[in-house]
Nanobody, 126 residues
């Protein structure tokens, strides 16, 4: 059974930084884990995803050069981190960690992912 739990959200100032973590269990290194963001009133949008090995797949061009994702495995638990720099107002929203069996999809469509964390709030202010 896959279980995802996000932590580390909160508030940051514009141009500031925040890191989010996702503790994932029940996934293998060959399963894709991806970060999503949902702005108020909007849909969940894929940001970045990766397998344990291999390259990182960026789904949202606005985060290039600002956000990075890492993925580590220790025994049966996987920790995924989203490091967010140079935050801007429209980075505010609820961030979700999501997983699917197999490769990361070509697009960051929420419908491709079967397992979701509970979400965590990020608020960027001046």
């Amino acid at each position: 059974q896959v279980h995802l739990v996000e932590s580390g959200g909160g508030s940051a100032q514009v141009q500031g930084s925040l890191s989010l973590s996702c503790a994932a269990s029940g996934v293998s290194g060959d399963d894709c884990i991806t970060w999503f963001r949902q702005r108020p009133g909007g849909a969940r949008e894929g940001l970045v995803g990766r397998l344990r090995l291999g390259g990182t797949k960026y789904y949202d061009g606005s985060i290039l050069g600002r956000f990075s994702m890492s993925r580590d495995s220790a025994s049966a638990k996987t920790t995924v981190t989203l490091t967010m720099n140079k935050l801007w107002f429209d980075d505010s929203g609820t961030y979700y960690c999501a997983a699917k069996r197999g490769d990361c999809p070509a697009t960051g469509s929420a419908g491709a992912f079967d397992y979701w964390g509970q979400g965590i709030q990020v608020t960027v202010s001046s």
